[in-house]
């Protein structure tokens, strides 16, 4: 079964530093990689994705991807208290309709 | 929400009736997608539609069926709602490959 996982937390970091988000996934097979915030009570709302080893940058955020070692993470800098969520990873194949998600991890910052 | 609604947004029903959500969208994309998101479990896969009148299974797909006659509209029925169905039920949309989700419909089965 392909499992997608994440530390639940809760993670806690002081506002301004940064934030580091993991996750690991089982299929050697997927391809597409996706970071998704939600608050409480809220939809998921996609912030980054990243299909290339390595990293990417999205403003604040830095996505990065090692297939060899099957590990995604997610930076957040200078971390806001507005950026207190819940970070759902999800995994997709070639075609990344169907997206395995992990737990999500919740972040919290502290001003 | 990328212009995705779902209705209802809120139901309580009661075991063993038919339930149907409906997800409908403004935005053209091919993909439509019906997940559940469960404490301790995360977002699962239901069913996705690729098309019109085209879908497939998904992770968790016992007890729910999905139709799809209009590009704009995705509808996902319990055919007979247990209290393991009570979550929150979310449709999203995708044209490529990154999913934009609608707000969701929290489903009570007493």
């Known amino acids: 079964q392909k499992e997608v996982e994440q530390n639940s937390g809760p993670l806690s970091v002081p506002e301004g530093a940064i934030a580091s988000l993991n996750c690991t996934y089982s299929?050697?097979?997927?391809?597409?990689f996706f970071w998704y915030r939600q608050y409480s009570g809220k939809s998921p709302e996609l912030i980054m994705f990243?299909?290339?080893?390595g990293d990417k940058e999205d403003g604040r955020f830095t996505a990065q991807l090692n297939k060899a070692s099957q590990y995604v993470s997610l930076l957040i800098r200078d971390s806001q208290p507005s950026d207190s969520a819940t970070y759902l990873c999800a995994a997709g194949g070639q075609g990344a309709q169907k997206l395995v998600f992990g737990q999500g991890t919740r972040l919290t910052i502290n001003p | 929400d990328a212009g995705i609604t779902q209705s209802p947004r809120h139901k309580v029903t009661e075991t063993g009736t038919p339930v149907t959500l409906r997800c409908h969208q403004t935005?053209?994309?091919?993909?439509m997608y019906w997940y559940r998101q469960d404490p301790g479990h995360g977002l699962r896969l239901i069913h996705y539609?690729?098309?019109?009148?085209?879908?497939d299974k998904g992770e968790v797909s016992d007890g729910y069926s999905v139709s799809r006659s209009k590009t704009e509209d995705f509808l996902l029925t319990l055919e007979s709602a247990t209290s393991s169905q009570t979550s929150v039920y979310f449709c999203a949309i995708s044209e490529m490959y990154e999913q934009y989700f609608g707000p969701g419909t929290r489903l009570t089965v007493t």
């Open positions: 990243i299909y290339s080893n």
């Open positions: 539609s690729y098309g019109v009148k085209d879908t």
């Open positions: 935005e053209n994309h091919r993909y």
């Open positions: 299929d050697r097979g997927s391809q597409s």
